[in-house]
């Protein structure tokens, strides 16, 4: 079946500018979550769903990083205000279930780089 | 907070050699353990995994991986490395966190094997 699938693949921006980065999970999927991965460095947890709410934001690393999954399915992490230090890889993962049986399948990721 | 150390950032090897990357934690209570590869172009994928039982684990691709408690260490293994070996190798580890859940991942920095023909 199809993987976690995340768009848009790359993105250039302006520092300043808000960017939205959508995140597709494997259906079913109950629980979703988003890494940043800056070069050199491991993935770093930012936060993550269980079906539509919120569950843990604590990796998020100021306000103006915000993440919503309304639906359940697709999840949405927008950066506010660009910032040269936000350019990183944002990885998005699924499991399909919220135990300690915790696979997690990643997605392609969005790699991100702010002028 | 749990931490993940991965001691050798780049490793090169010719074929046939064999592979040891080493992973120490630094957590007191139960954890679950992950070695994730990343081909290159390819997605992050699961190679083995350990959350309790046998310490030594098997997984993909004749990888395996031996959980030792009393050193916090989760060593990845593979007597004999191919060409298509070449990835970058990452461990991690989940720890209880504010829910109760097993959800916060954290991943080591990484080590890139290349393996020479």
């Known amino acids: 079946g199809a993987g976690v699938s995340q768009s848009p693949r790359y993105k250039v921006t302006k520092r300043g500018q808000d960017v939205a980065l959508r995140c597709d999970p494997i259906?079913?999927?109950?629980?979703l979550y988003w890494y940043r991965q800056a070069l050199g460095q491991g993935p770093e947890f930012l936060t993550y769903f269980n079906y539509e709410a919120q569950q843990d934001k604590s990796g998020l690393p100021n306000d103006r990083f915000s993440a919503e999954r309304p639906e359940g399915s697709i999840s949405t992490l927008t950066i506010q205000r660009t910032e040269q230090r936000d350019s990183a890889m944002y990885r998005c993962?699924?499991?399909?279930?919220?135990?300690?049986?915790?696979?997690?399948?990643f997605g392609p990721g969005t790699r991100l780089t702010v002028l | 907070a749990q931490s993940v150390s991965q001691h050798n950032h780049h490793v090169i090897l010719s074929e046939a050699a064999s592979l040891e990357l080493g992973c120490n934690y630094s957590y007191g209570g139960t954890v679950n353990l992950f070695w994730y590869v990343q081909y290159p172009g390819q997605h992050l994928q699961l190679l083995l995994k350990y959350f309790s039982g046998d310490p030594l684990v098997k997984g993909i691709k004749g990888f395996e991986a031996e959980f030792i408690k009393s050193k916090f260490s989760f060593n990845l293994r593979k007597p004999s490395v191919q060409w298509s070996d070449t990835a970058e190798y990452f461990c991690a580890v989940n720890a209880p966190g504010r829910s109760g859940g097993y959800q916060k991942v954290t991943f080591g920095i990484g080590t890139k094997l290349q393996v020479i023909p």
């Open positions: 993962a699924s499991s399909p279930l919220d135990s300690r049986d915790n696979e997690q399948f």
């Open positions: 259906s079913g999927h109950v629980s």
